[in-house]
Each structure stands twice: as C-alpha cells, then as structure tokens.
C-alpha cells in the first residue's frame, strides 16, 4: 500500500506516476484488469471497433484486449518512460498496438475517428475532490475541460466514450454537466466485484454519441451490480443518480466489512426502486471463532419482525445458536412491500446472500430458512390516520403458541404501539377475547414497578398501591393497554390519558376494550407538550405517579426512538416533575435508543431535577424504563422479600404518611394472593435488579 498516493492531488502530478511504475514491478490494475471487466468490456466494445485508451500507464489492459480479439487499440499516456517501456515489450508479439506519448488534451486524431475511448481511471487521477480554487485545481478542471471537447470531437456516431472510475460526487457531476445534454445518453454500470482488497466499488460509465441532437434531452439510465438482467432504470436528475451510486458504494463497504472474519453484530437496509425500505439484512457471527465454515440465512415472516428474539441483538444471536450455524444473516421484512413466496424472496436476495458468504464456506450449500410463510398476520382493520399515517390491527401467533393482538403504524413498524394476549371464546370460532390477567409488553411491567416507590406507601410497595387512592397520568394512550389495565388493577385510583390522535382513541375502544365511560378513566386529547404546560402551573392538582410511554416513530434527534427529543429537554423534564406531587412523586419514562451516549445525557439531565434515578432493562433490549423519584433514595426501597424476590436487601423506610379510612390495606392473606399475580412478579423482579444513576 505505499504505493498508494499519500492525497489525491498527487493523482494529477506527472512525477507521482513516474515514482509510482518505477516501485511497482508488476502492472498495477488499480480498477480492475480485463477479466473482471470484461463483462462491460465485451459488451459496448466490438472487435473492429477503433479504440482509443487515455491514460494507459504500464496497466495490461490493451494487452489483454489485443489477446480477446481487439486489434484496433491506440494507447496515449504523458509519461515517455511508460510509454517506451510498453512499445519495447509489445513490439513483436503485439505489433498492432500503437503507444504514444501524449496529453488527453490533445488526442491528436481526425473528428469522428474512434469508436470507443476508453479511460479506466484517468479521469479519477485528473481530477480529485480536493482540488480546489488553486492554481493547481484550475489546471486541473481546465484539463478535464479540454479532454472532454476532445473525446467529443473525436468520437465516430454512435461511438462509447467508457470510463471506469470509483464515481465519486464530483466526478458524476461534472461528467453529467459536460455530457447530460441532448447530443449524449449516458448509462452507468456497477461493475462485479473487481478486487476483492479493494472496498471501493467501480463503475463504468458508457456515454454514447448521438449522430445528431435528439429534440430534448434523454434521461440517465443505471444499472446494479444486482439488477440481475432487467432493463437499466431510468434516471430522471443527477441527485437520484448519487443516490443510486452511493447506494451501490455503501453495499461495498458493507461487504468488504465482513468479509474479514467473525464481526459485531451489524446490518445494512436494501430499498426499492421507489426508495422505500424493502429488506434489511442482519449478520450474526460466532465472535468466539477465527475461521467461520458454516452459513445460512433466516427469513422472519412479516408479524413476527418485533419478537425478541428477531428484533434485539440478544435474540439473534440465541438464534444463531439455535441454527448452529457460525454466520446467519436475519432477514427482516417490511409492511407495504409485496413478497410473494418465501422461494419469491429467496431467489430475490439470492445475490446478497450468496455475497455475504465467508470465505471458507465457498462452494458449500447455502442454509435457508424460515417459519413456511412470508406473513403470518391477520389483519383485522387498517386505515389511515392524518395525524399517524397508516395504521394496522392484526394478530399474529408467537412463539410458544400465543396468539397476540397488535396495533402498529406502518410508518414506524419497528415500533408496536400496543400489543396484548387474546384467546378464542369457542375452540372452533372467530371471536376472540383480551386476557387482562397480565401485560403482553414488558416495558409496561418495568413501568409501572414506578408505583412500587412512592414513600406514601407501606412498605408493600406495589401491592399497598392495588387500594391506594392514587393520581397517575400517562402520556401515550396507544392501543390503551396500559391505561385499562391500570383502571381494572388499581380501583382507588385517578387515571388521566393524554393522547393527540383521536383516531388512536377509537381504535383502542374498538379492538382494546377501552372503556366508553369511568369516573376514574379520563382521556385527555392533545399534545402532551401542551398537557405538561398546563399541569406543571402551582394551582393544578399534581400527580402521584407520571408515566411517559410516547413513541418517536423513527430515530429522531440525539439518536432516540422514544420518546420525541423534545420530551427530554431539561425544560420539559422539568415541567414533568413540577406536574407531581412536592414529595414522593415519581417519573416513570420509557426510553427506546441505540445510542449509548443519548441514553446517559438524558440521565445526567434527570439527575439534575430528581434526587433520585434508577434504570430498569429486561431481557429484550430495546426498552430502558427510568424510574425518577422526587424522594431520596434510602427513603424509598420496598421491601420485595414477602414476593420471594433475592435482590437489594430492603431498607426501613421512613414512617409512612396517615392513612385515610378509604386507604385501609386488605388482609395479608389477601394481598400475599394479589402478589402471586405474575405481572406483579415480574414487577418485583424489575425492582430487585435496578440500577440507581450516578453522575
């Protein structure tokens, strides 16, 4: 590699390739040599054809042309040296190659007297990114100039001016400034892989000269390394052509990544032509092996994509154990793209799997798998929602037997709004009921083990809270899982919803069971924003409890999913805390991100207003609940020991507040049953493995 320029300025200095051929003993096909660009080669170039190489330096090309069959090549380069060097050595077995020093600037031919000119590189070295306003880059962009009118001139009608080249923005653009009118038709074609040490993809650019000007200009036209024979896409603007081309350099890289043995868990998307997300691809390695011998690939069906064990890290690699496989790629699917069969997506991705193979597993059988359907959903509605978008009701079988219910906005699929347990009435029928002895999601658990440390309680934590008289508010309605089930499970206690989709409400009373009507069940339609705004005011009565369960769709701002960034700026924090009680209130916020570094800020910020914050994770790991207390930590612990939870070793609250007659707590017996309940369970268990923040 120090053969390598040390910038890309020294691509256009005369003596960098003087010093380069002198150190390089072997031709140096810094783009390919005719093998591996032969299949664009062999089709726009006919062997009668005159040929014209710019640029030729000591590369074999014309040599390798002359053995297939090409008489007819000229080669120029501005190095003499080369030049002699490539005359002595083909002199008598290639006696038809001419070679001849001289600028691309200047090519020295009658008009109209090449059928091909052919550039593998040169323009790249004449023209870096980094040349800018200097003396040298306007050398250098009036070089270009020149070399094209020159190219133009000299092209026969009909005749290919191919250009091999890395494609990089500057050099499209200003191919297509020069060569993007009426009296051109450009096709760009993504060559196969031409060295496997190089990440840098390569393109051909054949550009081919019109006889005449046609009457207005023709669109672009490109070609993927995967179109897999279909005809070239119609590019209708130059930014649509980066895209295209930047989406074929991404996929190299992607490649070229992997391709160096057992690597982090990562994944690359694949869009469709319309640019809609259409696959996204998971590579799962064995990170304890140096060599990986066996392959296979995964197709998740469509309903299935947010179960743990296909949606989070952990999962899919439990799933590559399960496979017993070295390398899985995890195939998801996308809602609105059509599939066909799971053999349609097979033969579909057939291409990218077989290029994701390791290198020790070449020549063997791929292992594709999957569940025997593309789509295991059953809608039951969807519509559309102008404030959500799209959005469907479906059930889907889980694992395990399960049939759940979900509610999800096809915008952000990633992320199930709702989701909740049902069973059939009859064996044979198709009516269905909600099963409200438990919570499906398990954030929701995590969230409401909130409740568990207010000091108001006795130390039964979430069980005393079963009949406390409680106001608790809940940001995010969604398919109001969440809030009925609070409704049905603490029956002393105020429930406000905030939601600012109506449409959202409806959806939840119709598929959800959410109540009609409740003195204790209030839904609240607006913007959340203007909700805190309102509540935080001194004169508002404050809540116990604060849940924040608001979904961002996609990734926003600072990296985070849930909620929106604006919910976690310090002024809405501290909005939050001002719409709790002075003492003892606790914040219960759901935080869905990637981004290690987002979920600390958004912790350090909660540090400054709460004297107290924990963080809960469960075993799937996209969800972070943090618990925010307004009361200090030693005040606060519950004791989890009567659940026969191990975790923190409890600590002696202070003395609980007065209770009111309506607050008398139920039996023991009777609250030791309530906490056999297993949402309380798992609650407790959430409590015992929390995690106090430290700045």
Not at 394 to 409: H, K, L, S, Y
Not at 486 to 493: A, I, L, P
Not at 623 to 632: D, I, Q, R, S, W
Not at 652 to 678: F, G, I, L, V
Request: glycine fraction near 6%; include cysteine; hydrophobic fraction near 40%.
């Amino acid at each position: 590699m120090d053969l390598l320029p040390r910038n890309e300025k020294e691509f256009t200095d005369p003596s960098y390739w003087r010093r380069f051929f002198q150190q390089c003993n072997t031709p140096f096909e810094w783009y390919g040599n005719y093998d591996k660009l032969s299949p664009v080669l062999d089709k726009y170039i006919r062997p009668s054809d005159a040929i014209l190489q710019i640029g030729c330096g000591n590369s074999n090309l014309a040599e390798q042309l002359c053995d297939n069959g090409f008489r007819n090549i000229h080669s120029i380069d501005i190095d003499g040296q080369v030049i002699a060097q490539q005359r002595k050595k083909h002199s008598e077995k290639r006696p038809s190659l001419k070679f001849e020093q001289r600028s691309a600037a200047d090519l020295g031919l009658p008009d109209a007297s090449a059928n091909v000119v052919l550039d593998k590189g040169t323009l790249d070295a004449l023209l870096p990114s980094s040349a800018g306003a200097d003396e040298k880059g306007g050398e250098s962009d009036a070089l270009v100039t020149s070399m094209f009118r020159e190219i133009g001139r000299c092209l026969a009608p009909f005749g290919r001016y191919i250009l091999i080249t890395l494609a990089q923005p500057h050099i499209v653009q200003r191919l297509s400034a020069f060569f993007g009118t009426n009296s051109f038709m450009v096709r760009v074609q993504n060559c196969e892989r031409t060295n496997a040490d190089f990440a840098m993809p390569v393109f051909a650019f054949i550009i081919t000269k019109f006889k005449t000007a046609l009457t207005e200009r023709r669109p672009m036209e490109f070609v993927g390394t995967f179109s897999d024979g279909q005809s070239p896409e119609l590019v209708h603007s130059l930014d649509k052509l980066i895209e295209r081309i930047c989406a074929a350099q991404q996929m190299n890289w992607f490649r070229h990544f992997i391709s160096r043995g057992p690597v982090d868990q990562t994944s690359i998307k694949i869009s469709a032509l319309d640019g809609t997300e259409r696959y996204e691809l998971f590579v799962v390695d064995d990170q304890q092996l140096k060599t990986m011998c066996s392959y296979g690939a995964f197709i998740v069906p469509l309903g299935r994509e947010n179960d743990w064990l296909f949606a989070t890290q952990k999962g899919r690699t439990v799933l590559r154990k399960n496979c017993e496989l070295h390398r899985l790629v995890v195939v998801r699917l996308f809602r609105g793209q059509r599939y066909g069969t799971v053999e349609d997506i097979q033969r579909e991705l057939n291409v990218f799997i077989l290029d994701f193979m390791p290198k020790a597993c070449a020549g063997q059988k791929i292992n594709l798998l999957s569940l025997g359907s593309a789509d295991v959903t059953d809608q039951i509605e969807h519509g559309f929602s102008k404030i959500s978008g799209k959005w469907s009701v479906e059930q889907v079988e889980v694992e395990g037997g399960a049939t759940r219910r979900r509610f999800v906005f096809l915008d952000s699929a990633n992320l199930i709004q709702s989701e909740v347990e049902v069973v059939r009435k009859s064996k044979n029928g198709n009516r269905w009921h909600i099963v409200w002895s438990d919570l499906s999601c398990q954030h929701h658990k995590m969230m409401l083990s909130a409740l568990a440390l207010l000091p108001s309680l006795s130390s039964a934590g979430l069980t005393d809270a079963l009949e406390a008289p409680l106001r608790i508010a809940l940001l995010g309605l969604g398919g109001g899982i969440l809030a009925k089930f609070m409704h049905d499970k603490f029956k002393q206690s105020e429930i406000v919803a905030v939601e600012i989709d109506p449409d959202v409400l409806a959806i939840a009373r119709k598929h959800f069971d959410f109540p009609t009507e409740s003195d204790r069940l209030e839904v609240v339609i607006c913007d959340a924003m203007d909700f805190l705004h309102q509540n935080s005011a001194q004169d508002c009565p404050k809540f116990d409890v604060l849940l924040v369960d608001l979904s961002g769709g996609t990734v926003g701002e600072g990296g985070l999913y849930c909620p929106p960034a604006q919910f976690v700026k310090e002024d809405t924090l501290k909005q939050m805390r001002s719409c709790l009680v002075e003492k003892g209130g606790v914040l219960s916020l759901n935080l869905v991100t990637r981004d290690e570094e987002a979920s600390q800020s958004v912790k350090r910020v909660l540090s400054t207003i709460f004297p107290c914050v924990y963080s809960i994770k469960g075993d799937e790991d996209i969800n972070e609940v943090l618990l925010c207390c307004g009361t200090a930590s030693e005040e606060i612990v519950p004791d989890i020991s009567a659940l026969g939870i191990k975790g923190e070793k409890p600590v002696k609250r202070k003395k609980a507040q007065k209770r009111s007659n309506n607050q008398m707590p139920k039996t023991k017996s009777d609250n030791a049953k309530r906490a056999e309940e297993p949402w309380m369970k798992e609650c407790a268990e959430y409590l015992a493995n929390k995690k106090q923040f430290v700045t």
